[in-house]
């Protein structure tokens, strides 16, 4: 990292915030009613800010890293190490180690007026979503979901399934709608169960998310083999993960979490892997609030994210985001924040509203 990022560090500021969710968010692996994240705020001797969030969720089921967890790590350890310049062992704690990355970042590029997305490169001053539908109580409860999305002009449509609960649904939504295009994510919950799986291959998919365990490898090169698209999200955790998946033969289309794979920096060579192998991307979303959105659709903006965001609007999420509400535009798009730095920053009012711990480092010395 660039020690002039932090060299004039005068305090890092840490928000542990609660903002309650619209729905629960239910997938194979769990539901979550509000969403917990951490919201750092680097300052520095010129009075310059910089945010950024870490997207763990409130309870280690989908990662080991949790928020209580998170709020720890980066209160006892990145945030000294990043005072007394010692080397960051990140290992851990993408998560935390992303919110730090992202608020340095943030504040230097708001100095030099540059937005996020043109720092890396990006092209697109908006991006088009996909519409990402969790387990539903009933088929029927699923169809007028379905039905609305499409009228808002969603032009992919991804159901959450799992072997026991959505198989009939998703027909039932393909029978519906012969021409969708539709998408699934099984959060590996067909892991030992493959032969369930390959019924999917009738339906047109336009990809099938993780059906088996993140570390079953060779369980998704043989999906591949049976003529289904496989996305892989939970088995990519950083660029290794990614090389070693290519190399097994395990996916088309990579789900990048910029806030869960390590950070700006390695979302960046994640992107830079997939397209020299020749894969799809898309960027995946982490019940983000606003600060954190920012960031995904900076990476969602780049030209080799040529499948639609899972990025939703804040009106997907919360009745009342930290942030401005990103809006969902004509054709169910987003805006790519075009504003210095994430370009976007917490409302005050919202965040004291919201914030159920928080605690200001200062620099030693
Ligand atoms: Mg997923």
């Not at 969790?134 to 609305?148: A, C, F, K, N």
């Not at 969602?300 to 994210?305: F, I, R, S, T, Y």
């Amino acid at each position: 990292m660039d020690p002039g990022l932090v060299a004039d560090l005068t305090t890092v500021g840490l928000w542990w915030v609660r903002v309650p969710l619209v729905e629960p968010f239910v997938a194979a692996h769990g539901a979550e009613h509000a969403r917990e994240v951490v919201l750092v705020r680097v300052t520095g001797a010129d009075g310059g800010i910089g945010w950024g969030e870490c997207v763990a969720l409130s309870q280690p089921t989908y990662t080991n890293e949790h928020t209580a967890g998170a709020w720890r790590v980066l209160a006892d350890e990145l945030v000294p190490a990043l005072f007394a310049g010692r080397p960051l062992d990140l290992g851990g704690a993408p998560m935390a180690w992303t919110a730090v990355e992202t608020a340095l970042l943030d504040r230097r590029l708001r100095g030099v007026g540059m937005s996020l997305a043109e720092h890396l490169g990006a092209s697109r001053a908006s991006v088009a979503c996909t519409a990402v539908i969790g387990l539903q109580p009933t088929i029927e409860t699923l169809l007028s979901v379905v039905e609305r999305r499409v009228a808002d002009g969603y032009e992919l449509i991804k159901l959450k399934v799992a072997p026991d609960l959505g198989l009939d649904a998703l027909h039932a939504v393909r029978q519906a709608w012969p021409g969708l295009e539709l998408a699934v994510d099984a959060n590996g919950s067909f892991a030992g169960r493959a032969d369930e799986l390959a019924p999917l291959g009738d339906l047109g998919l336009v990809y099938v998310e993780q059906p088996f365990d993140r570390a079953d490898l060779d369980g998704h090169a043989r999906a591949r083999r049976g003529g289904l698209r496989v996305a892989l999200d939970e088995s990519i955790e950083s660029r290794a993960d990614l090389e070693r998946a290519i190399e097994a033969g395990a996916l088309d289309i990579v789900n990048l979490k910029p806030g869960r794979v390590g950070g700006i920096a390695e979302s960046a060579r994640i992107v830079a892997t997939a397209r020299e192998a020749g894969l799809e991307v898309f960027v995946g979303g982490m019940l983000e609030t606003g600060v954190g959105r920012a960031l995904a659709l900076a990476f969602a903006a780049l030209e080799p994210c040529t499948l639609p965001t899972d990025l939703g609007p804040s009106a997907r999420y919360f009745a009342d985001d930290i942030t401005a509400p990103f809006e969902l535009l004509a054709g169910a798009r987003l805006a790519v924040p075009d504003g210095a730095g994430l370009g976007v920053t917490p409302r005050p009012d919202r965040l004291d509203a919201v914030t159920i711990d928080h605690v200001t480092l200062p620099a030693p010395g």
